[in-house]
């Protein structure tokens, strides 16, 4: 197979192409280093006031 048949391929399927580099981007960005505390703070977000309602005079949560 020779180049212009390889470009050929690639150029015939470039969604696909772009898709996987999307697909592959998505998952590096997901388990960068540091993201391990924002999910858990996301994740605890149902459990945070369980055991009273939430006061509407408090100020917000700090955000980290």
């Not at 470009?7 to 898709?19: A, F, G, K, S, V």
């Not at 580099?21 to 960068?32: G, N």
Request: glycine share 4%.
């Amino acid at each position: 197979m020779d180049f212009h048949a390889i470009w050929e391929q690639i150029r015939d399927n470039w969604l696909l192409i772009w898709m996987g580099t999307f697909f592959v981007a998505v998952i590096i960005w997901a388990y960068r280093p540091g993201s391990r505390a924002i999910d858990a703070d996301i994740a605890n977000i149902p459990f945070r006031h369980e055991d009273k309602p939430v006061d509407p005079s408090q100020p917000k949560e700090p955000q980290p």
